[in-house]
């Protein structure tokens, strides 16, 4: 069975700094997707940020980015500049072609004005 | 632009008592699933659909029944409600390929007391 680690359930970071968000995931399959979803607290779930295993290049949109290392089976998410708006719960997720998605237990972030 | 629409989105219920969520999505996605989410574990697979007609069970299935008479149309029962079915639920939609992602409703707070 695949699953997805998130270690940190908590972290915090300055407004107009940079954060990264940690995620490790098991799997046998070559072939996935790799997500980050945000939850603010109005429960929404919103899509941040994808990622193709077969695909070398890391991910990025506008100040999230993130940090894929296939090998490690590590996808990371840093968020630069940090805004107030960007305090929510951080989700990362992986999904194979056909297959459902799995999810991490989640990041709660918090952002220091 | 409705996208995937969850009623309702709070429900309070007494042990024993019944209830149906309603999941209704309007981009002609073949998949839609039924996710709850908990602190702490992030969001686990209850049922899922590849088609209309069709359900399968995720990752926690038992004391819910699932149907998808409909395309459009993905619908959570529970029997007999118990404490411990008090939880978010989320609804989800895609299409059958990995990289799309999901499209979220925007969740049912249900409390069983």
């Known amino acids: 069975a695949q699953t997805v680690t998130q270690s940190q359930p908590e972290m915090s970071v300055q407004e107009a700094e940079t954060v990264t968000l940690s995620c490790t995931y098991d799997?046998?399959?070559?072939?996935?997707?790799l997500f980050w979803y945000k939850q603010p607290p109005s429960r929404q779930m919103i899509l941040v940020i994808r990622?193709?295993?077969?695909?070398?290049q890391n991910a990025t949109e506008n100040r999230f980015s993130v940090n894929f290392q296939k090998a490690a089976k590590s996808f990371s998410l840093k968020i630069s500049d940090s805004q107030l708006g960007d305090a929510a719960m951080y989700f990362c997720?992986?999904?194979?072609?056909?297959?459902?998605?799995?999810f991490g237990a989640g990041t709660r972030l918090t952002v220091k004005p | 632009n409705a996208g995937v629409t969850q009623t309702p989105k709070f429900r309070v219920l007494k042990t024993g008592q019944s209830m149906t969520l309603l999941c209704a999505q309007d981009?002609?996605?073949?998949?839609m699933y039924w996710y709850r989410q908990d602190p702490g574990m992030g969001l686990r697979l209850i049922h899922y659909?590849?088609?209309?007609?069709?359900?399968a069970k995720g990752e926690v299935p038992d004391g819910y029944n699932v149907s998808r008479l409909k395309k459009q149309n993905f619908l959570l029962g529970l029997e007999s409600a118990a404490p411990s079915q008090t939880s978010v639920y989320f609804c989800?939609?895609?299409?059958?390929?990995?990289?799309?992602?999901?499209?979220f409703g925007s969740g049912t707070r249900l409390t069983v007391v």
């Open positions: 990622q193709e295993a077969y695909k070398q």
């Open positions: 989800a939609s895609s299409y059958s390929s990995g990289n799309g992602g999901y499209t």
């Open positions: 997720a992986y999904r194979i072609t056909q297959g459902d998605m799995r």
């Open positions: 981009m002609n996605h073949e998949y």
């Open positions: 799997t046998s399959e070559s072939d996935y997707y």
């Open positions: 659909s590849v088609g209309e007609g069709t359900t």
